[in-house]
């Protein structure tokens, strides 16, 4: 990069030319009237969702602005009682803020207690600060692995790159000189410095687009981007359809001059608002916010920082996870181990010493301070720094060669970047030792010695000295974290591809790998890898262990995986972890690591614990699932709700709803189940085409609804049946089926789960039971006849959902099984092949279910035709048969996947069933062939699923209980 002076800050009016003192940098004095002044680094550009966009996300939306233009609507006509779903929208609105604010706070929080600090001369002494307490005219001290916090100009330099690519979009690490210009925001990758700050706040380059750049956003989110696009769809549908549900409503109400002349265009406005309300899925993009939402505060609270929201949906989509072994797969902390020596050359111990003792020594030199920190200080006329990319850095003292001045150049790095094929020799001298250190997991590092002293070309020119001769091969300990392992078995039985790669010795990673239960008999040395992508990738999917890879090649090969389908994640600490970190789908640092690689990271392991891992991929998971399950829920009502609009506009026919009796199907059907359910534990690996599935559900389930609707209304029309007993039966009709909608997609039931879908039917029995909420809601009692054709519409209906379900699963697995793709089950276990008598089990199960839900609501509205004192006990009789069935369905798709928990379930109903059948024969003292067959029928099902079928893996179909989905 050409090397431009930078003008004046323009906030301050300070010149660019005027230096400080590079001995002594700034008094503290000139720092806080500079302060004062108004130039300091104070810039705030916020790393999680500003309030305003939360308020704008949540509350100042196209379908918000139409739900409250309805509700305002039905306020001035009197009919509030019809306006609950305002209030419904202002409760969405509240809850999403609040937990979206909730969860800012939490982020905020941590953000700024693991902010990084900025490094300046203050007063003759090097000081770390926030970067907001930098001001105009500091001397920045640059390290590798430091990001600047300001605009600065380069003062001094040793090897001094930079690797801008995030701001200039630059792939290769700049070489700065005296002079050149250092941009905020930009990592050092090399080197060390020192630059003076001249921009600094809203005037810093990477604070020009600060609020672009850092934005809450939401780039690369399919789920996002999904809701939306229906969104926009049904926001282009509302209209017409509106036009058409309003002409037929007053066509009905004897055409619009009648209509207006005779008041019941009241009525046909309320029918049209119904219909418009039911098509728009508040709840939906309401669930998604605050699913992303409660999913970064609990990461939270585990120590995980995320620095933007929609990172929690990229997690669930991972399947190749690559791992530093530095401070990842160990604990980072590495002890000084050895020195073999080669040859005795004077002054060895010394440079060591220097090295240890150099500011820009990284962890690895630092260990050196102890063992060989005690020699007297020398210092050096000529350095070339450490560099991830050459793996070797060199420096020459004054003095006479190898006298114990320590004259000459002597060059510390990896054995095989320094001497090439000899350090990998067995033959040679040099392999040898560095062959048996390596393969025993410890790092290697070699000091070579030269004659000759560097000169100023060679340090420019990044040479090493000929006659390069190997003195000490020097040996490093890391510990492997304790958990490594376990978190490695995890990701293996998740289904989550493993690549090792790393800068070290390709022997000494394989040994940590196989430490850790990789199967890595070796590890591949990334010197040999091809330029070529395609047979780099051919080598990733072979391999699982890389060695001497440069900060290049990891970017390369992060770029290769993705090429071949995969989400990759990629964790690390050290600056050359930055680049591939930042490039990969999900960049994942240690808090210990440098501030340049927790800058480019979407996550941050704040107490560094490997541990973490599994719950930050859960979690997502968790998100992507639950909201995959919600979704379905929601684009079904939408799709029924368009589709019964359409038909009854264009069959000119009154609405079947006030707005106020879709208040309670849509509360009891989607909107209190959606949010539990949003929020339940859920392990199933994210598949691409999210909208594709839902909608193969959704569409055939809305026709089913609307069609069921439709027909029910035309025949209690030929029957002339009153409007509101044919709405109460529309009502009853759509709450069933919906019901039944929310437990097909809440299979397999767990407890919990069970607990959610029992509570919303009990809750639907109550509201049709109390007369208060009766007479709120409009229910009247129906007649016989229509209680038989609800009877029947509700079991067709929930016939036409299962064979819906069990259609757009095979769907499902068959595109997925096309597209090479397969879910991963939340509790993985070897497939075993459902034994015949199980199947017939679950067959018997299935009818029976459905058998005891037909009779169960047939029951339940005989009801009606009862005296008062058994409304009560006929009304829990029939609700009790109907959940007994919706229930004995649910356990009965749990039995075809081997789920323990409906095992145990249907065993005891089962033998309930059975009790009481030989309960009733033995009071009644008469032998009825339709209680033995039952007896029978029930005990043949306990025996099915309980007897152990020939064959090993037949035994182990059933997963245990606390395992159950």
């Not at 020097?474 to 989550?496: C, H, I, S």
Request: glycine share 10%; proline share 3%.
């Amino acid at each position: 990069m050409a090397s431009t002076p930078l003008p004046a800050n323009e906030a301050t009016g300070v010149a660019a030319d005027e230096v400080t003192d590079a001995a002594t940098g700034l008094t503290a004095a000139q720092a806080a009237e500079r302060t004062a002044a108004g130039q300091a680094n104070a810039y705030h550009g916020g790393t999680s969702r500003s309030a305003g966009s939360i308020i704008r996300a949540n509350v100042f939306t196209l379908f918000n602005g139409i739900v409250f233009a309805c509700f305002g609507i039905l306020f001035v006509l009197g009919r509030w009682q019809d306006a609950l779903f305002g209030f419904s929208a202002i409760a969405n609105a509240v809850i999403g803020s609040v937990q979206e604010f909730r969860a800012k706070a939490a982020l905020d929080r941590l953000a700024l207690l693991n902010a990084a600090s900025a490094r300046v001369l203050r007063d003759g002494q090097e000081r770390e600060i926030p970067p907001g307490e930098v001001v105009l005219g500091d001397l920045l001290v640059l390290r590798a692995g430091d990001q600047l916090a300001a605009d600065a100009r380069i003062v001094s330099t040793r090897g001094l790159q930079i690797d801008e690519s995030m701001l200039t979009g630059e792939a290769d690490a700049v070489d700065k000189h005296v002079g050149d210009e250092a941009l905020s925001g930009s990592i050092v990758v090399g080197g060390d410095g020192a630059a003076q700050v001249v921009r600094v706040g809203a005037d810093a380059y990477a604070n020009t687009f600060a609020d672009e750049a850092k934005r809450f956003s939401l780039v690369g989110s399919e789920l996002r981007d999904s809701i939306n696009r229906v969104l926009s769809w049904v926001a282009w549908a509302i209209g017409p359809v509106g036009l058409l549900v309003l002409n037929a409503q007053m066509q009905v109400a004897g055409g619009w001059r009648v209509a207006w002349q005779s008041g019941t265009w009241v009525q046909a406005v309320v029918s049209t608002i119904a219909s418009l309300t039911a098509m728009i899925p508040l709840g939906l993009v309401l669930m998604t916010s605050i699913t992303f939402a409660v999913g970064a505060a609990r990461l939270a609270a585990r120590q995980v920082l995320v620095n933007e929201l929609p990172a929690v949906e990229g997690l669930a989509r991972v399947d190749v996870i690559c791992l530093d072994k530095t401070g990842t797969l160990t604990e980072g902390e590495i002890t000084y181990g050895d020195a073999f020596l080669l040859g005795e050359v004077p002054g060895w111990q010394r440079t060591l010493g220097w090295y240890g003792a150099a500011p820009d020594a990284n962890a690895t030199a630092r260990t050196l301070r102890e063992p060989f920190g005690g020699e007297a200080a020398i210092e050096p006329v000529e350095t070339i720094a450490f560099s991830s990319a050459r793996k070797w850095s060199a420096v020459s003292f004054a003095g006479a060669a190898g006298a114990a001045g320590a004259g000459g150049t002597w060059v510390l790095g990896a054995p095989e970047m320094v001497f090439g094929s000899a350090a990998t020799d067995a033959a040679d001298p040099l392999g040898a030792v560095v062959i048996e250190r390596a393969a025993s997991g410890r790092r290697t590092l070699v000091l070579g010695f030269a004659e000759a002293s560097l000169t100023a070309a060679d340090a420019d020119a990044e040479r090493l000295p000929a006659q390069l001769r190997p003195v000490a091969v020097l040996t490093f300990r890391e510990k492997v974290r304790g958990d490594a392992a376990q978190t490695l078995a995890y990701f293996r039985e998740q289904g989550v591809g493993i690549r090792v790669i790393s800068g070290d010795n390709p022997r000494t990673v394989a040994a940590i790998a196989r430490e850790v239960g990789l199967d890595a008999p070796d590890g591949f040395d990334a010197r040999h890898l091809p330029d070529d992508d395609a047979a780099l990738a051919d080598i990733l999917e072979e391999h699982l262990v890389f060695g001497r890879v440069t900060p290049d090649q990891k970017k390369r090969m992060v770029i290769a995986l993705q090429s071949r389908g995969h989400t990759v994640a990629m964790t690390g600490d050290g600056v050359n972890d930055a680049l591939a970190i930042k490039t990969a789908d999900m960049g994942i640092a240690m808090n210990s690591g440098a501030a340049a690689t927790k800058a480019v990271a979407r996550i941050v392991l704040l107490d560094g614990k490997f541990s973490h891992l599994p719950d930050v991929v859960a979690e997502g998971r968790q998100v992507i699932a639950n909201i995959e399950r919600v979704s379905m829920l929601f684009l079904t009502k939408t799709v029924y709700a368009t589709l019964l609009a359409v038909l009854f506009g264009v069959l000119v026919l009154e609405f079947p709803f006030l707005p106020r009796q879709l208040s309670i199907t849509d509360g009891l059907t989607i909107g209190i189940p959606a949010f539990f359910l949003a929020l339940m534990p859920n392990a199933q690996r994210y598949i691409p085409g999210f909208l594709r599935r839902s909608l193969s559900f959704a569409i055939p389930a809305g026709f089913v609804v609307a069609l069921t609707l439709t027909a029910y209304t035309l025949l209690e029309r030929s029957m002339g049946v009153d409007a509101d007993e044919l709405r109460t039966g529309a009502t009853i009709i759509l709450a069933v089926v919906g019901i039944w909608i929310l437990a097909v997609l809440s299979r397999p039931l767990n407890r919990y789960k069970g607990a959610v879908v029992g509570a919303m039917f009990v809750g639907l029995i109550v509201i049709f039971s109390i007369g208060l909420a009766r007479g709120f809601f409009v229910l009247v009692d129906p007649s016989e006849a229509t209680a038989f054709v609800i009877a029947l519409c509700g079991i067709v209906a929930i016939v036409l959902i299962e064979i819906v379900r069990a259609v757009q699963k095979r769907y499902v697995a068959r595109t997925e099984a096309a597209g090479g793709t397969h879910a991963i089950a939340a509790h993985p276990t070897v497939a075993a092949r459902r034994p015949v008598p199980v199947t017939i089990a679950v067959v018997l199960v299935y009818l029976g279910g459905l058998a005891s839900a037909l009779f169960g609501l047939l029951f339940l509205l005989t009801r009606y035709a009862v005296t008062g004192s058994d409304v009560l006990a006929v009304t829990l009789i029939g609700a009790g048969i109907m959940l007994f069935g919706l229930l004995s369905v649910a356990a009965a798709a749990g039995l075809s996947r081997g789920s323990g928990l409906s095992r145990v379930f249907v065993t005891v109903l089962a033998a309930t069933l059975i009790a009481l059948q030989l309960w009733s024969l033995l009071v009644q003292h008469e032998w009825s062939g339709w209680s033995i067959a039952q007896v029978v029928l029930h005990a043949a099902v306990i025996t099915a699923l309980w007897a152990t079928p020939a064959g090993k893996s037949r035994g182990r179909f059933f997963r245990p209980v606390l395992h159950a989905g």
